[in-house]
């Protein structure tokens, strides 16, 4: 099993990059926008993100076949954003202060309430009940289509568009009580 195993064809490596370029194309905003929610972070968001475009190379350079592109990125995002918490140290006051935080300095109170909503509508997806928990995180969190979720979970795209709109209805209501 050498080197041999590994080569493409000059047809499957223009099919392979053609596949990865498409799926940078429609993907990178998506997963961008995923990294920072998690990490809080752009740069290493935006890093993370070139990394999962690089595994998903990898792994179709070894001859791996993907059949849907976006879970499988948003798999292996996850997986690396796993991977960064479980590194992350955690640093002093008197680091920060010599890196420039400045804890008196003028803060964005608009965009932080926004992010409060936002964290407080995603605990607040806990407290609904176990069928629409699911739905919501891939609808909301992971931002999985309609097919992508009715494959994942077996049922059809009409019962997991109910689950989502109904689950966004009890998700508001919540919100609406609890804030």
Request: glycine letters at 6%; zero cysteines.
């Amino acid at each position: 099993m050498g080197t041999a195993q590994y080569m493409m064809t000059y047809a499957q490596d223009t099919e392979r990059k053609s596949q990865l370029t498409l799926a940078h194309y429609n993907f990178e905003r998506g997963l961008n926008a995923h990294a920072f929610f998690k990490m809080r972070d752009h740069e290493r968001g935006q890093d993370l993100v070139q990394e999962t475009f690089m595994k998903t190379w990898k792994y179709l350079v070894r001859g791996g076949k993907i059949e849907m592109m976006r879970a499988f990125l948003f798999h292996i995002l996850n997986h690396l954003i796993v991977d960064e918490y479980r590194k992350r140290k955690t640093t002093s006051l008197d680091s920060l202060l010599e890196e420039g935080f400045d804890p008196h300095a003028p803060d964005e109170s608009e965009t932080l309430l926004n992010v409060l909503d936002g964290k407080a509508a995603f605990l607040l997806i806990a407290r609904l009940p176990l069928a629409y928990q699911k739905v919501m995180r891939m609808r909301y969190v992971q931002d999985l289509s309609l097919k992508e979720m009715s494959l994942i979970t077996g049922k059809s795209r009409n019962t997991i568009a109910v689950q989502a709109h109904r689950g966004l209805e009890k998700l508001k209501l919540l919100y609406k009580f609890t804030y």
